[in-house]
């Protein structure tokens, strides 16, 4: 651990999405080890709940102007960074997706005459969907190439940055992290569904890349053979037809749809099972908080997922949208309490000491302290 204090800004989304997640919980740890924080994002991130001691957030916001087609949120974002730099002598902005925060940042270091390093954290779609579509390709590379130092969430998605931006630079993994469940007693088992219920969750954005529809076919499978409820954490574009699909099935009676929820604790500590059947996933940070609270994960095989889950260890990985496969892992870990327990256990251990706080952030730290030695 470094003794030196360093100043820091941290940019990032305020959505429930995992780069946000991650971006204020790596601020939170930096700010405990006494460096001083600025984060900087368009509201407050759903993770920064109370005063944090040497934490300071500023909003970002983008003014509009009827000649505007759309408010100018990177401009804004560069702007901003470059004054809380300038005014709180940041030495670093650490970018946390790569759009928009990495290339403003990059602007913010030119209006700064070049004093301001640059440290852009890769979370996922910001390569693998929106980063490679060609309407944002040439700034992820700039953004990619130009940062002092970048850093991915997995292996996957640092060969999957080589692979789509041919770029020639290091590019330092550092996995996400979780920390040990608050109260893991806190649970919801007894208000939503009768005793002697399983529950299988699933927690995301319901967006096209999360396959909330394999969910919701995997648990209808589930339900006819055993006795069983879902819970549905999140919101998202897909919401409605799965919602939908629910209700045409007949199973609505068994799912409960809570919308965005900020305790996942509560919700975490009452499941059986983790569902995420993603197309894509860099990582699945939802997936390494489910097993740090002891609940085996049922994923699909793809990407970062067997970085973080291992097949029949800590749960089952599937080939990409086998949902007879996923309901069968899902029937023989709700059959076999034994089996559930001595998973869930083995998804713990390797979600706290794997992916534990301190060895991660100390290398956020070692990042900075390399970009900083660099004249
Ligand atoms: O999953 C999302 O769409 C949200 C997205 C984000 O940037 O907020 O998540 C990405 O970053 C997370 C944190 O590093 C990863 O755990 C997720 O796997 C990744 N999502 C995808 O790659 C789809």
Redesign the pocket.
């Known amino acids: 651990q470094y003794n030196r204090q360093m100043r820091i800004g941290i940019s990032c989304?305020s959505?429930f999405?995992?780069?946000?997640?991650?971006a204020t919980e790596v601020g939170k740890a930096l700010a405990a080890r006494g460096h001083e924080v600025h984060l900087l994002s368009p509201t407050v991130p759903p993770r920064l709940l109370g005063f944090e001691d040497r934490i300071m957030f500023h909003e970002v916001t983008a003014s509009t102007y009827p000649l505007f087609e759309a408010a100018p949120y990177s401009i804004a974002l560069a702007s901003k960074m470059a004054d809380v730099a300038e005014h709180h002598d940041l030495q670093i902005m650490h970018a946390?997706?790569a759009i928009p925060h990495a290339s403003a940042a990059l602007l913010a270091r030119m209006a700064l005459g070049g004093r301001l390093k640059v440290v852009t954290?890769l979370?996922?779609?910001?390569i693998?969907?929106v980063g490679s579509d060609p309407s944002y390709l040439s700034m992820v590379k700039l953004a990619i190439r130009e940062s002092d130092a970048v850093t991915s969430?997995?292996e996957y998605?640092r060969d999957e940055t080589y692979r789509t931006f041919k770029v020639d630079r290091p590019i330092d993994v550092i996995p996400?992290f979780v920390t040990a469940p608050s109260d893991p007693n806190a649970g919801c088992r007894k208000w939503l569904c009768p005793a002697g219920t399983s529950i299988l969750t699933h927690i995301?954005?319901f967006?096209p890349?999360?396959r909330v529809m394999d969910v919701m076919r995997t648990f209808e499978r589930v339900q006819r053979e055993h006795p069983a409820f879902l819970v549905m954490v999140g919101d998202g574009p897909d919401r409605a037809e799965a919602e939908a699909y629910a209700r045409d099935q007949g199973f609505a009676d068994r799912v409960r749809f809570t919308g965005k929820q900020l305790d996942i604790d509560t919700v975490l500590a009452c499941s059986d099972v983790f569902l995420l059947p993603?197309?894509?996933?860099?990582?699945?940070?939802?997936?390494?908080e489910a097993m740090a609270h002891r609940v085996p994960v049922i994923a699909s095989r793809v990407?970062?997922?067997p970085e973080v889950v291992r097949h029949g260890v800590d749960g089952y990985l599937e080939p990409l949208g086998d949902v007879d496969a996923m309901a069968e892992d899902a029937l023989t870990l709700l059959r076999d309490p034994a089996l559930r327990k001595r998973m869930g256990l083995s998804a713990q251990t390797r979600a706290l000491e794997t992916f534990e706080e301190k060895p991660i952030v100390d290398q956020y730290e070692e990042v900075y302290e390399r970009v900083l030695a660099v004249p």
Do not use: I, M, Q
């Open positions: 989304y959505t999405g995992g780069s946000g997640v991650v946390h997706y954290t979370h996922g779609t910001d693998t969907v969430v997995s998605l996400n995301s954005n967006r890349v999360k993603s197309g894509t996933e860099s990582f699945g940070l939802a997936a390494l990407g970062g997922l």
